[in-house]
């Protein structure tokens, strides 16, 4: 059973930095594309960065590039986001998720075959 975790959310100021991570216990990391989305309150759940291990490509949103990095640790099985020079825009919940084998990496949530539970980011400005 493939269960994803997330951990390092928090409530931070606007400039500050937060490193989310995303423990993938049941499976191992070399058989997915690992990514993050996240969802404000009211929005659909959107995009935010992804991993593929089988080629170790990352993929981002628009815009977010230059502030968040997405990363891995094979031996441990998980997978970080780092967040900087965070924004108020960026409060939401992040959730970790993970796309088995992956002929192309998507960016569509409902295409992912599995999902943390969330982890709360609040930025105030």
């Known amino acids: 059973q493939v269960q994803l975790v997330e951990s390092g959310g928090g409530w931070v100021q606007t400039g500050s930095s937060l490193k989310l991570s995303c423990v993938l216990s049941g499976g191992s990391l070399a058989n997915y594309a690992m990514a993050w989305f996240r969802q404000a309150p009211g929005n659909e759940r959107e995009f935010v960065a992804a991993?593929?291990?089988?080629?170790?490509?990352?993929y981002y949103e628009d815009g977010l590039k230059d502030r968040f990095t997405i990363s891995g640790d094979n031996a441990k099985n998980t997978v970080y986001l780092q967040m900087n020079s965070l924004k108020p825009e960026d409060t939401a919940v992040y959730y970790c998720?993970?796309?088995?084998?992956?002929?192309?990496?998507?960016?569509?949530?409902?295409?992912?075959?599995?999902w943390g539970q969330g982890t709360q980011v609040t930025v105030s400005s």
């Open positions: 991993l593929n291990w089988g080629d170790m490509n990352t």
């Open positions: 998720a993970a796309l088995w084998r992956p002929i192309v990496v998507v960016r569509t949530p409902h295409r992912y075959h599995y």
